[in-house]
């Protein structure tokens, strides 16, 4: 069984840094892509970011590139999204999720595993 938590979760000016943290725990992750999510009030949960927990390789939607960085620590078993020159528009609930197979999506049916989520909320 897969268990991740997330946290890190606040308010924050715009402008403003957040780093959300998801602890991750049970089966491996060895080869999946590991991704962050963020679903807005009214909206679908859309991709934000990603990474492949062997190797590195990261991906990110095109609204946070520049401004977020996904990275994570293999020790730790814990992945981290590095949040700066935060914009209103970044207010959501953010979700990380293990990918349902090795390949990357953005897809969210394509994510098994989710977290309970972490509110953001970026003031103007």
């Known amino acids: 069984q897969v268990q991740l938590v997330e946290s890190g979760g606040g308010l924050v000016q715009a402008g403003g840094s957040l780093r959300l943290s998801c602890a991750a725990s049970?089966?491996?992750?060895?080869?999946?892509?590991m991704g962050w999510f963020r679903q807005a009030p009214g909206k679908e949960r859309e991709f934000v970011a990603g990474i492949r927990w062997s190797g590195g390789t990261t991906y990110y939607t095109d609204s946070v590139k520049g401004r977020f960085t996904i990275s994570r620590d293999n020790a730790m078993n814990t992945v981290y999204l590095q949040m700066n020159s935060m914009k209103p528009e970044d207010t959501a609930v953010y979700y990380c999720a293990r990918s349902r197979h090795i390949y990357y999506s953005e897809v969210s049916s394509e994510y098994a595993y989710w977290g309970q989520g972490t509110q953001v909320t970026v003031s103007s």
């Open positions: 049970g089966r491996t992750f060895s080869g999946y892509v």
